[in-house]
Every structure is written in C-alpha cells, then in structure tokens.
Nanobody, 117 residues
Framework: QLLLVESGGGSVQAGESLRLSCKAPRTITSVFNSYAFAWYRQAPGKQRDLVASITRDRSTNYIDSVKDRFYIDADSTRKTVYLLMTSLKSEDEGVYYC????????WGQGTQVTVSS
C-alpha cells in the first residue's frame, strides 16, 4: 500500500483559504505517477465522502459544492497531492483525508479543517 501523509489543516474564518498537502514519502516518481488520488472529507457525525479527485492523466473532478472553490493538483517532483481550498464555508468543515482513487483499505490520520463564520 502507498503511504500517504496529510498536513495543512487548521482553523480559519469563512472566506479564507487553506492548502492541504498529501505526501507520498516512500515512493519513486514513476510509482506516484501511476496512481489516481483523491481528497475525502468526514464531517462531524457523517460518513467520509469524496471531495475531489485527480486521475492518472491528471484530469480533475469535484463534487458540486466545492466546484470553482477547491482545486486538486499532483506534483510528481515533490510526490505530493495538494488541495487548495478557497472561499471556505462552515459546511466545508471536517477531517480531510488523502487516499488513492479508488481508496486503499488503510487510511491516514487526516487533517482537521475548522471554519468559523
């Protein structure tokens, strides 16, 4: 299984931005490039859901509620997947997880995003 480590969460005011990072520290570039990735979110009391994905050819997809506000990107040089979140809203709160797409069985710790209105 590919090891992925999330970081970058925090507490922000509504309307502000955050960039999450997901690093694959123990892989080589060719392996990293062979995967599709996604960011998932688990809001309090809810199941974990897909937020954004990036395919092996690096095309992107988003759920409707984050389109034109969130942007996913994969940097093969750094072996890192990013999620830039702009114009954050309270409903964006949750623990954000990075995983492959479709997801591997084991999940990382995630990173908490808190948005205050």
């Amino acid at each position: 299984q590919l090891l992925l480590v999330e970081s970058g969460g925090g507490s922000v005011q509504a309307g502000e931005s955050l960039r999450l990072s997901c690093k694959a520290p123990r892989t080589i570039t060719s392996v990293f490039n062979s995967y599709a990735f996604a960011w998932y979110r688990q809001a309090p009391g809810k199941q974990r859901d897909l937020v954004a994905s990036i395919t092996r050819d690096r095309s992107t997809n988003y759920i409707d509620s984050v389109k034109d506000r969130f942007y996913i990107d994969a940097d093969s040089t750094r072996k890192t997947v990013y999620l830039l979140m702009t114009s954050l809203k309270s409903e964006d709160e949750g623990v954000y997880y990075c995983n492959t797409y479709p997801p591997q069985p084991n999940w990382g710790q995630g990173t908490q995003v808190t948005v205050s209105s």
